[in-house]
């Protein structure tokens, strides 16, 4: 597979952004067509599906899982579960290539055991967000999160330890990951309210998957 060297964002390469926070640009891209092809076939038998806070309200983020464990929202709370509640049957197992990804990133970023079971895969459309929150549902607090972000350009806010600490924002574009943990791994962090251009090939959504150790 060829490398995009004309990709309009340009850089790749990495930025520390915490003690225990990597962006490393463009480093998906090489694995980009086998996660094309995961997802179309993962989101065949676990359609994305709009989820209800505990509070009630329906998210705007579009949601499902791949892995033997997917996260869940619904009156009762946040959990992991092992079957996806829409079809009654185990998530769609985890494709090699996605967490062979996650694990050399997370190595890359400083995690060098990291092996995730569970991906939660996230559909924002023009307008869709993700407010501030922190990552807590998952058992062992020790094991980062590693996050690729596909299609439109995100705008990240990452935030501190705190709820009402300095935040700042970054774009996340097509292809990159990002990788927090360590003294980083409870900070909260969001998204922004999806615009700009569709992208060329994922047209008008942005596709985020995370994966976790949960179990
Ligand atoms: C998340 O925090 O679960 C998703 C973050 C993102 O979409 O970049
Ligand atoms: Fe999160």
């Known amino acids: 597979m060829s490398l995009d060297l004309f990709t309009p964002q340009g850089h790749a390469g990495r930025e520390q952004l915490g003690a225990g926070t990597w962006l490393l640009r463009q480093r998906a891209v090489p694995s980009l067509a086998q996660l094309q092809a ?13 989820l209800t806070t505990p509070g009630g309200q329906r998210m705007a983020v579009a949601m499902s899982n791949c892995g033997s464990l997917g996260w869940h929202s619904d009156t009762a709370g946040y959990r992991y579960q092992r079957i996806d509640p829409l ?114 090939e994922w047209g008008g959504k942005r596709i985020n998957l995370t994966f976790r150790r949960a179990g």
């Not at 995961?38 to 709009?50: C, E, S, T, V």
């Not at 058992?139 to 330890?161: C, E, N, Y």
Request: net charge positive.
């Open 38 to 50: 995961g997802l179309r076939q993962i989101l065949r038998q676990a359609p994305l599906r709009h």
């Open 87 to 200: 079809s009654g049957q185990p998530w769609p197992p985890m494709p090699a290539a996605f967490s062979a990804l996650a694990t050399a990133a997370a190595a890359e970023a400083g995690y060098p055991d990291f092996q995730p079971d569970a991906c939660l895969i996230n559909r924002y459309r023009p307008g869709d967000g993700l407010s501030l929150h922190q990552d807590r549902n998952e058992r062992d607090l020790l094991q980062p999160v590693v996050s690729i972000s596909l299609g439109m350009t995100a705008s990240f806010i990452w935030g501190g330890l705190q709820r009402t600490g300095r935040s700042r924002k970054l774009p996340l574009y097509h292809g990159d990951m990002l990788v927090w943990g360590g003294p980083d791994r409870l900070r909260f962090h969001g998204v922004a309210p999806l615009q700009g251009p569709p992208h060329a």
